[in-house]
């Protein structure tokens, strides 16, 4: 079996920080929004890395609104249901990593356990 070396980006998502509903930077923070349906009382959830509200180029509000219509919401979206949002922001760094150089961080940092496939305990490659 031939291991890809084909370089792969990876999201390294860091700084997880409970936050107010705009105390978040456009193009700086990824975010995740929790909330409660005030009809349903169904819990949503939804989350946008950071690059994607500054590639849209939308404003911090259309970026909540925005998560909230992906989080499943389809009612309207007024100031009751945005104070009703737990916001989490975060950062995140962008490099390349070839799959060896993956395989190799794994097996230092999970004591040679390798990742597995599809939630299962087969490994994705033999560590060697």
């Known amino acids: 079996m031939h291991a890809i070396q084909s370089a792969h980006l990876i999201n390294l998502l860091?700084?997880?920080?409970?936050?107010?509903?705009?105390?978040?930077?456009?193009?700086?923070?990824?975010?995740?929004?929790?909330?409660?349906?005030p009809v349903t009382n169904t819990k949503r959830t939804a989350t946008y890395l950071p690059e994607v509200p500054a590639h849209e180029g939308w404003t911090?509000?259309?970026?909540?609104?925005?998560?909230v219509r992906k989080a499943g919401y389809s009612g309207e979206i007024t100031e009751?249901?945005?104070?009703?949002?737990r916001l989490t922001?975060?950062?995140?760094?962008l490099?390349?990593?070839?799959?060896s150089e993956y395989i190799s961080y794994v097996k230092a940092t999970r004591g040679g356990v390798a990742p597995a496939i599809n939630g299962t305990s087969k490994p994705a490659m033999a560590l060697s």
Not at 89 to 93: E, L
């Open 14 to 37: 860091m700084s997880y920080t409970p936050s107010l509903f705009l105390a978040m930077k456009v193009g700086k923070h990824g975010i995740i929004i929790e909330f409660t349906e």
């Open 60 to 67: 911090k509000i259309e970026a909540i609104d925005s998560l």
């Open 80 to 85: 009751s249901v945005r104070r009703r949002i």
């Open 89 to 93: 922001r975060y950062q995140s760094t």
């Open 95 to 99: 490099f390349s990593m070839h799959y």
